[in-house]
């Protein structure tokens, strides 16, 4: 756990202690997950102001709090580090605490698979030391400082993962974070609402680059678009992965089941590892985070065993059996990159009597979102789907495209919610079926799941399987 005194808090934030604190513990910004002992932050947002929490929080056990200069302190609140602003105060502690962590950072970012790869790395190097990352998917400018203090001097490793959606927002986590090694993930049109182009996304994203030190890593894939720009970006040593093109780590073509993974490494030497799940997601995001243990001089056996044990989060690619039909939740978000390879996964699953597709709409795309729900549209259309289900306005536009393209009328079904959604499939999904569900996080996709199995009323003996994880 990290400790820090109330002297480095007050030098790193510039902020001057009301009341004699002791050492905290941590650093929290939400009372319901707040920690004994640790700092709480009080931050002001859209809909909450954290400094009506603050009695609370010291009612829970904070050995102190952080609030603006300007704040007026009720009765109950125990010592107090007054400062000018609050995020900005947080991010220059994450920064003091930052220079004294002697373990390797590593950032990931890119448009699509960035928690996953994330996760995979923090646990294939736990074989080789303590590693902290970013806890879900806190990636902002207030996530990755709350994320960067879990990390002590005593952790081997820290994973973070930096996200984006409005230009000049990588930069400033960069500089905070300042890496030793970093991932690109694959780079595409997302949150492009705010970008003039697929380009400028990429610029972005290579800001993370643009902080490595000359002595330091960058993992690009190698037969992804935008590499040349990536490398040229980069200013030290660049490892390379590839599924198409030969690289320092490269994915060989098997006939076997799609968890198998076969990889060449640059010496010639091939290794196997079997994947949790053999989406080709998955199969991309993997070969990135084995590069990175290898360079880390973890051996292939045990990257395998890690492998094995890995467990995605929730809605990536989860696969849940119930009485025979096969659902399959990616709707924690959608983009036209994530939506396509979703697609071409679940076309090529296995044991599949019949492939419905319950889809919902891609969100931030502002100028772009017409074409991109078209085009997408048009791909299903020359697929072989047992039936189109579509939620909301966006999921609409889908459908509509789809319909202009020749798909037949009596296997589209646009619905204004995911109950009419759920409605439709109880009364043509039969054991044997499997559904894929995807959408952006605002179109929360997976409420059909849940309608549908609301409407459904097993016996007990029926539900004793239901929910869990397909085998």
């Given amino acids: 756990m990290t400790i820090i005194s109330p002297d480095d808090l007050s030098a790193w934030s510039g902020g001057v ?12 910004h939400d009372t319901r997950k707040l920690r004994p002992d640790c700092l709480y932050v009080a931050l002001r947002g859209a809909i909450y102001d954290g400094h009506d929490f603050v009695v609370q929080a010291f009612q829970k056990g904070a050995a102190a709090a952080m609030v603006e200069a300007s704040w007026r302190a009720p009765e109950g609140c125990g010592p107090l580090l007054r400062v000018a602003d609050t995020r900005h105060a947080l991010q220059a ?192 995001n993997a070969l990135r985070a084995i590069a990175v243990a290898r360079e880390a001089r973890i051996a292939p056996e045990k990257i395998a065993d890690a492998l094995i044990r890995f467990c995605p989060a929730p809605m990536r690619w989860e696969e849940i059996r119930i009485r025979g039909v096969l659902w399959i939740n990616d709707a924690y978000n959608a983009n036209p990159l994530s939506m396509r390879a979703a697609l071409q996964t679940f076309e090529k699953m296995p044991g599949v009597r019949r492939r419905w597709l319950v889809l919902g709409g891609m969100c931030e795309l502002g100028i772009h979102e017409d074409a991109e729900h078209k085009s997408l549209g048009w791909d299903i259309a020359a697929g072989d789907w047992a039936g189109l289900v579509t939620v909301g306005t966006l999921g609409a536009k889908i459908a509509e495209a789809a319909a202009a393209a020749g798909w037949p009328s009596d296997r589209l079904t646009p619905c204004a919610d995911a109950r009419t959604a759920a409605d439709v499939l109880r009364r043509h999904l039969v054991a044997g079926d499997a559904v894929l569900l995807k959408g952006s996080r605002s179109e929360r996709i997976e409420e059909v799941l849940s309608e549908w199995r609301r409407m459904e009323t097993p016996t007990a003996s029926e539900s004793e399987g239901d929910g869990a994880r397909a085998e």
Avoid at 223 to 229: A, H, I, R, S
């Fill in 93 to 284: 502690i994450a920064a003091g605490h930052r220079r004294r962590l002697r373990g390797r950072i590593i950032g990931v970012t890119g448009s699509v698979g960035k928690t996953t790869v994330k996760d995979l790395i923090a646990t294939l190097l736990e074989s080789a030391g303590a590693v902290v990352c970013t806890r879900g998917n806190w990636n902002n400018d207030i996530g990755l400082p709350l994320s960067l203090l879990e990390m002590t001097p005593e952790h081997a490793f820290g994973v973070f993962e930096l996200g984006m959606n409005h230009p000049g927002e990588i930069a400033p986590l960069a500089a905070l974070l300042r890496p030793d090694w970093v991932v690109m993930t694959r780079i595409g049109p997302v949150h492009i609402e705010f970008f003039p182009s697929e380009q400028a996304i990429a610029e972005e994203k290579a800001e993370l680059l643009r902080a490595l030190s000359p002595d330091g890593m960058a993992v690009l894939a190698v037969d992804e678009p935008w590499f040349d720009l990536l490398c040229a970006r980069t200013p030290c040593r660049i490892v390379t992965v590839g599924r198409t093109a030969p690289a320092d780590y490269t994915v060989l073509p098997t006939s076997q089941s799609p968890a198998r993974l076969l990889v060449r490494e640059r010496d010639g030497r091939i290794a196997e590892y079997r994947l949790p799940q053999g989406s080709d997601p998955m199969r991309v």
């Fill in 17 to 28: 202690w009301s009341g004699v604190p002791r050492p905290v513990r941590g650093v929290n």
